[in-house]
């Protein structure tokens, strides 16, 4: 049982990671598109350059907060696994006192 939710959590969390990297490529796409765009059909460089900033900037603070949100995925994941590491442990501790004191034997 611990074995499966450890399985479980492994996945989500690759499935959590390939959400970002796929969350990743589409900024980095979108960033190139953009910029591609705005140099082609704006002629004036400043104003190219100021819009590339702009662009790049808020590519980057998306980049920033898809990072925080699997830190923070992987943070409730440890904490998932570890309560179901401690309450499997705690689960088996009681059996194996029940099966002792089922026995005879004198648990101390």
């Known amino acids: ?13 690759g499935q959590h990671t390939k959400q970002a990297e796929d969350s990743n490529m589409i900024v980095v796409v979108v960033v190139v598109v953009v910029v591609v ?3 082609v059909w704006l002629k004036e460089f400043k104003v190219a350059v100021v819009v590339v900033a702009i662009v790049v900037v808020v590519a980057v603070l998306v980049v920033v907060v898809v990072v ?23 689960v088996a501790v009681k059996v194996a006192v029940a099966a002792a004191a089922a026995t005879g034997v004198v648990v101390v």
């Open 1 to 13: 049982m611990v074995n499966c939710a450890h399985e479980q959590s492994g996945q989500d969390l």
């Open 37 to 39: 765009v705005e140099v």
């Open 68 to 90: 925080v949100v699997v830190v923070v995925v992987v943070a409730v994941v440890v904490v998932v696994v570890v309560v179901v590491v401690v309450t499997a442990a705690a």
